[in-house]
């Protein structure tokens, strides 16, 4: 649906250059969730803006279903504009208008629709991000995870082909966090829309995101499904992010080191054998005593996954090939 081709973006603060995006190239498929995730100042927003060019790259092409929309004159960018909402971090509400003004207001600007037919599309977005019983309360009125509610119906008014989530969740308690996350998750599923999201928070993509984008000073240096970049993070960017995270083993027991007997290895678990024995079958199957050091078990987005940090005393290569066997990954940390 969204193919990015070489984009390149240079600001000029003081005669300075600041590049931004260096050489991005991305493909996102239709109904996907997909995550952009970097530290702050990585070139997170300038790459989420140049999907609708409120950004415009120094050069390469963004096309969306195959369409390059740098080529097209104001009134086509417009109309293409309308097919994607955007959230913003905060908020951007219109303060003196009303949950159910601020929703219609895409409805006015699009100027499509009857007055009747407005009505009954701003009372079924209501109903979506269950609103309904506020909406003639004005944003002041409301906590911030309504205020995402309003704002999440009014990116979809015109009913878009795309969301684009800048930050969603970054003004929000963790709770709300994911109340929010999961109506993204809701509107994802039952209308089959694509979501393109920026975070620099891991969790946001464990929740939700089924391929993710690692970007760091404007580059992508790491992309592919979540469990595969989370469980086994090949950038040292990526590396510090899974481990703020705290959710993926990490290899923290320096100094501990020296007085382990055995070898140290990192079983990563995924979907069934997350359930399944396999620690206590394997040691009993090559008769060695096998110790969890460190580990953790969860989810990313449904799937289930462990992975644990052991120490072996045996034949760690048989041990792996056994482990290979039942289906779960075994990487030796250390002899
Ligand atoms: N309008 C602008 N003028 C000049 N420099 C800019 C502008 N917008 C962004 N930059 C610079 O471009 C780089 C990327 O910024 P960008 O806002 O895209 O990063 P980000 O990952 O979204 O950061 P944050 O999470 O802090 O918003 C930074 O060095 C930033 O200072």
Same mark, same amino acid.
């Given at each position: ?85 955007? &959230? #913003?971090? $905060? ?5 003196? =208008? /009303? ?8 409805? @006015? +600007? ?118 595969? &970049? #989370?469980? $086994? ?5 990526? =590396? /510090? ?8 083993? @990490? +290899? ?84």
């Amino acid at each position: 649906m969204i193919a990015l081709h070489h984009l390149n973006k240079t600001y000029r603060v003081d005669g300075r250059a600041v590049p931004a995006l260096r050489d991005i190239s991305l493909e996102i498929a239709s109904g996907e969730i997909f995550g952009i995730i970097g530290r702050s100042g990585a070139g997170k927003s300038t790459l989420l803006r140049t999907l609708n060019l409120l950004e415009r790259p120094d050069s390469g092409q963004v096309l969306l279903d195959g369409q390059d929309i740098s080529a097209l004159n104001a009134a086509a960018l417009r109309a293409q504009r309308r097919g994607i909402g955007m &959230v #913003f971090q $905060h908020f951007n509400l219109l303060s003196h =208008r /009303s949950v159910a003004g601020n929703i219609r207001f895409p409805l @006015e +600007l699009a100027g499509e629709l009857s007055t009747a037919a407005m009505d009954a599309r701003v009372a079924e977005l209501l109903e979506l991000v269950s609103l309904s019983a506020q909406a003639s309360q004005y944003p002041a009125q409301l906590s911030g995870g309504q205020k995402q509610r309003v704002g999440i119906a009014r990116a979809l008014a015109n009913q878009p082909r795309l969301l684009l989530c800048d930050e969603a969740t970054s003004a929000l308690d963790p709770q709300t966090t994911q109340s929010i996350l999961q109506l993204l998750l809701d509107i994802n599923r039952r209308f089959g829309l694509t979501i393109v999201l920026i975070t620099h928070e891991m969790a946001v993509v464990r929740a939700i995101c089924d391929r993710v984008a690692v970007i760091e000073a404007g580059e992508i240096v790491e992309s592919g499904a979540v469990a595969e &970049v #989370f469980l $086994h993070p090949q950038h040292a960017a990526t =590396r /510090s992010m899974v481990a703020e995270d705290g959710h993926a083993a @990490e +290899l923290d027991l320096a100094g501990k080191l020296g007085q382990l007997a055995g070898t140290l290895l990192r079983l990563t678990f995924v979907d069934a054998t997350t359930y399944e024995p396999v620690i206590a079958e394997v040691g009993q199957q090559l008769q060695v005593p096998i110790s969890i050091l460190q580990g953790s078990v969860g989810r990313i987005k449904d799937r289930p996954y462990g992975q644990l940090i052991v120490g072996l005393q045996g034949d760690a290569t048989l041990a792996q090939s056994v482990f290979s066997a039942r289906g779960v990954r075994c990487e030796v940390l250390s002899a």
